[in-house]
Nanobody, 123 residues
Framework: EVQLVESGGGLVQPGGSLRLSCSPT????????MAWFRQPPGKEREGVAT????????NYADSVKGRFTISQDNAKNTLYLQMNNLKPEDTGMYYC????????????????WGQGTQVTVSS
C-alpha cells in the first residue's frame, strides 16, 4: 500500500521559515510527479509546487515563487518544501501528493495523497 507521510508543519511568525517533509512508503518515487498542495481556511485546495523526479524539474504557484523551494533527497527518498519569508496568507493544511509519469501539473489528477500537516503563520 502506498502512503505519503508529511511532517514539519507548525506555528511560525510572519517572515519565518519552515521545512515540510514528505516520505513515501510502499514505493520509491521514480518517474513520478510529486507536488505540494495547500488548503487555506474556508478556501479551496490550491497547488503550491511540483517536482518531476525523472528530470528534477520544478514549477511553483505565482504566490510562492522566490520564497518556497521544492526538492528531493534521493538517499532518504524524501520530498521537501522549504518555505521562507512566510506570510499569514500561507496559513493552511499542506498536502503531499504523487502521480505517475508526465505531465506534471497541478491540474492533473493525483492518485496518492498524504494526511496533511498544518502550517499557521501568525504573530
Amino acid at each position: 500500500e502506498v502512503q505519503l507521510v508529511e511532517s514539519g508543519g507548525g506555528l511560525v511568525q510572519p517572515g519565518g521559515s519552515l521545512r515540510l517533509s514528505c516520505s513515501p512508503t510502499g514505493y520509491a518515487y521514480r518517474r513520478y510527479c510529486m507536488a505540494w498542495f495547500r488548503q487555506p481556511p474556508g478556501k479551496e485546495r490550491e497547488g503550491v509546487a511540483t517536482f518531476y523526479t525523472d528530470a528534477s524539474s520544478t514549477n511553483y504557484a505565482d504566490s510562492v515563487k522566490g520564497r518556497f523551494t521544492i526538492s528531493q533527497d534521493n538517499a532518504k527518498n524524501t520530498l521537501y518544501l522549504q518555505m521562507n519569508n512566510l506570510k499569514p496568507e500561507d496559513t493552511g493544511m499542506y498536502y503531499c501528493a504523487a502521480r505517475g509519469g508526465w505531465p506534471c501539473r497541478f491540474s492533473e489528477p493525483f492518485s496518492d495523497w498524504g494526511q496533511g500537516t498544518q502550517v499557521t503563520v501568525s504573530s
